[in-house]
T-cell receptor
Framework: SQQGEEDPQALSIQEGENATMNCSYK?????LQWYRQNSGRGLVHLIL?????REKHSGRLRVTLDTSKKSSSLLITASRAADTASYFC???????FGTGTSLTVIP | DAGVIQSPRHEVTEMGQEVTLRCKPI?????LFWYRQTMMRGLELLIY????????DSGMPEDRFSAKMPNASFSTLKIQPSEPRDSAVYFC???????????FGPGTRLTVT
């Protein structure tokens, strides 16, 4: 079964606004990871959150994990044009990245 | 470290030809993954190796695709014969542990005409 389905598929915001992306998965996991992909490049790992963590921060990124709902969210605060990219989640050991959320930050 | 290295970066070939994509993982990483990315299907896992042994090849589309990892520092993905529907970007990634973060190469953009 597919894991790591992102929502929404596309998101367009103004620079300075916050961007929230969601991810759902199907089976129990020990961790979940978020990645970013700039156009024409490979994925870059952003953050890993473990199943015993509810929230994790890294710079302007905030990730939450709700294991009861099998969902995670990625919040990018004070977005910048350089944040324009596709964002993917990957449930531990599942290796399915789907189509991601395409984020466009308008200067 | 130079990161994951893939070659070639671009490949244009005619239908029916054999295509070989190459990957050098990060030194010390035990797991290696091959993915294919298209607009329609997103990023799909084709196969992954752990300690040079193929663990899951259920994503390999058909017998035309084969992958090898003869040693810890090299892997190939071969398509023979190639078809236009194989056109995609192929990524190789490696990780210290298959359950931890993966490091992706720059990808090989394959066009089959």
């Amino acid at each position: 079964s597919q894991q790591g389905e992102e929502d929404p598929q596309a998101l367009s915001i103004q620079e300075g606004e916050n961007a929230t992306m969601n991810c759902s998965y199907k089976t129990s996991i020990n961790n979940l990871q978020w990645y970013r992909q700039n156009s024409g490049r490979g994925l870059v790992h952003l953050i890993l959150i473990r199943s015993n963590e509810r929230e994790k921060h890294s710079g302007r990124l905030r990730v939450t994990l709700d294991t009861s709902k099998k969902s995670s969210s990625l919040l990018i605060t004070a977005s910048r044009a350089a944040d324009t990219a596709s964002y993917f989640c990957a449930a531990e050991g599942q290796f399915y990245f789907g189509t991601g959320t395409s984020l466009t930050v308008i200067p | 470290d130079a990161g994951v290295i893939q070659s070639p970066r671009h490949e244009v070939t005619e239908m029916g030809q054999e295509v070989t994509l190459r990957c050098k993982p990060i030194s010390g990483h035990n797991s290696l993954f091959w993915y294919r990315q298209t607009m329609m299907r997103g990023l799909e896992l084709l196969i992954y190796f752990n300690n040079n042994v193929p663990i899951d090849d259920s994503g390999m589309p058909e017998d035309r695709f084969s992958a090898k990892m003869p040693n810890a520092s090299f892997s190939t993905l071969k398509i023979q014969p190639s078809e236009p529907r194989d056109s995609a970007v192929y990524f190789c990634a490696s990780s210290k542990d298959r359950f931890l973060e993966q490091y992706f190469g720059p990808g090989t953009r394959l066009t089959v005409t």
